[in-house]
């Protein structure tokens, strides 16, 4: 009988070869299990299972006590920035640290603004133009959509 690591050897090689995302084999004294499908991926059946979102806007609107004492802005010209994808958005590069951005801060072209986390990845989100942060338009932690707001900024 062969030595189990050179059929184990093999088994990688056809799963290669035909390009198999997963690959089983039990016999009575073993089991075998192989997939190419990264854990990250894996996982991912279990975010439907998040309470349902039916739409952006609640998400990205502040409550009418939130804006009672904040002035009306005008945001025809300014520009916003956008959630690239699904997932969590995090203000901060880490527990301890202090946000990326301030309302009336200015920000470079290429500047972080903020994270979205998507199956377990840290995506830093950056400013495509320059200009001052006049409204955060998510909460820390939150889930956000794909095209969602996340920043109004004013042009400079």
Known sequence: MKNIVETT??????VKEFELE????????SRIKLSTVPLSQRAA????????????APLAAPSPA????????????LITISSPM??????????????????GQRVAPGQ???????MKLMNEIKADE??????ILAKNE???QEGQPLFLIEAE
């Open 9 to 14: 050897s093999e088994i990688l090689e056809l």
């Open 22 to 29: 997963e690959f089983e084999l039990e016999t009575k004294d």
């Open 45 to 56: 059946p279990m975010i439907p299972q998040q309470s349902p979102i039916t739409s952006a």
């Open 66 to 77: 939130e804006n009672s004492s904040a002035p009306e802005i005008d945001d025809s010209d």
């Open 86 to 103: 699904v997932g969590t958005f995090y203000r901060k590069p880490g527990p301890e640290k202090p946000a990326y951005v301030e309302i």
């Open 112 to 118: 972080a603004v903020c994270i979205i986390e998507a």
């Open 130 to 135: 320059g200009g001052k942060i006049v409204k």
């Open 142 to 144: 939150e889930t956000v």
